[in-house]
């Protein structure tokens, strides 16, 4: 049980474009979902927490209006990159929490972005 | 620093060895839990204990955790090739954010 599907797990876009990545939790109810960004053999930078139906908390130094992320039901969370820059190519990977701070986290597979 | 300060930060021992990993921390915390990732791929969670346990095991998995020196340890035994990955601790804390170790990269060789 507790799965978190991540889709799609490669993408490849141009420069200027947006790309939408998909956190779904496919058994449970995440009430909070997170998204963290990876950097080559480094641990994982968190950039946002999201609860259903409310907005986005960000992390400093993380620009809101770049990453769009959107919490719109219990089992489905996205995080769009807006006008993606090649600095932007990274491995985001999304996690999903069904309880409190004493529940372990579920993640997703990841998403390996590279921008063009 | 807040994070989770991992040591070694690589490791490598031939198959069939133990792996012991550490982790020691400066901040108050819930819990403290331990995921592995293998490369290119999300965090799978192994272990969580408490800040009021002081060992928990799981297979080959055993955690141990010292709040007063502000340390933990996970000890793989009886190491197979296919425990090659990156070994992250986290620390939890009051409300559901974790706070996250720099990692481990541990190789095991056949």
């Known amino acids: 049980g507790a799965v978190v599907s991540q889709h799609p797990s490669r993408v490849i876009c141009k420069s200027g474009t947006s790309v939408k990545i998909e956190c779904r939790s496919l058994?449970?109810?995440?009430?909070?979902m997170f998204w963290y960004r990876q950097f080559p053999k480094k641990s994982l930078m968190l950039m946002a927490t999201?609860?259903?139906?409310?907005?986005?908390?960000?992390e400093q130094g993380v620009e809101k209006d770049k990453f769009l992320i959107n919490h719109a039901s219990l089992t489905l969370s996205t995080l769009t990159v807006t006008s993606a820059h090649p600095e932007d190519s990274s491995f985001y990977i999304c996690?999903?929490?069904?309880?409190?701070?004493?529940?372990?986290?579920?993640f997703g597979n990841g998403t390996r972005l590279t921008v063009t | 620093s807040q994070q989770g300060e991992e040591d070694p930060q690589a490791l490598s021992i031939q198959e069939g060895e133990n792996a012991t990993m550490n982790c020691s921390y400066k901040t108050s915390i819930n819990n403290l839990q331990w995921y592995r990732q293998n490369s290119g791929r999300g965090l799978v969670h192994l272990i969580l204990i408490r800040s009021n346990e002081r060992e928990k095991h799981s297979g080959r998995l055993r955690v141990t955790l010292d709040t007063s020196k502000k340390s933990s340890s996970l000890l793989i035994t009886a190491s197979r090739a296919a425990d090659t990955a990156s070994y992250f601790c986290?620390?939890?804390?009051?409300?559901?954010?974790?706070?996250w170790g720099a990692g481990t990269k541990l190789i095991i060789k056949p």
């Open positions: 996690s999903a929490s069904d309880g409190t701070g004493n529940s372990p986290l579920h």
């Open positions: 999201s609860n259903e139906g409310s907005k986005a908390t960000y």
């Open positions: 986290a620390l939890g804390r009051s409300n559901y954010q974790l706070i």
């Open positions: 058994d449970f109810q995440a009430t909070t």
